[in-house]
Nanobody
Framework: HVHVVESGGGSVQAGGSLRLSCVAS????????MGWFRQAPGKEREGVAA???????TYYAESVRGRFTISQDTMNTVTLQMNDLNPDDTAMYYC????????????????????WGQGTQVTVSS
């Protein structure tokens, strides 16, 4: 079993920045995917960014490319630096973990992940 905990959400004005952090604990596979997803009220959960454990394979949603950066600091910790935020980025943000190499092809899809955190709220005001 793997336990996932996010931190770092909050409220910010448009154009501002936030940094989200995620720690996975428990049985951590040296080959894994860790990703960030978000869900706004009335919308489906969508992939934001993800990274494979070698650090070289990443995924970004088109809507955040160039503004958000995901980094895997250690085998079980990732951060999401979010710059130039806008109101459309307002959502609950979730971190997720999937062990093994099979997660890579679809690392931006929620169904690829087995373990999820409780979420952290990001609110961007105009």
């Amino acid at each position: 079993h793997v336990h996932v905990v996010e931190s770092g959400g909050g409220s910010v004005q448009a154009g501002g920045s936030l940094r989200l952090s995620c720690v996975a604990s428990g049985y951590i596979d040296s080959r894994n995917c860790m990703g960030w997803f978000r869900q706004a009220p009335g919308k489906e959960r969508e992939g934001v960014a993800a990274v494979y454990s070698d650090g070289a394979v990443t995924y970004y949603a088109e809507s955040v490319r160039g503004r958000f950066t995901i980094s895997q600091d250690t085998m079980n910790t990732v951060t999401l630096q979010m710059n130039d935020l806008n109101p459309d980025d307002t959502a609950m943000y979730y971190c997720a973990y999937s062990g093994g190499a099979s997660c890579r092809p679809g690392m931006g899809r929620p169904g690829q992940y087995d373990y999820w955190g409780q979420g952290t709220q990001v609110t961007v005001s105009s």
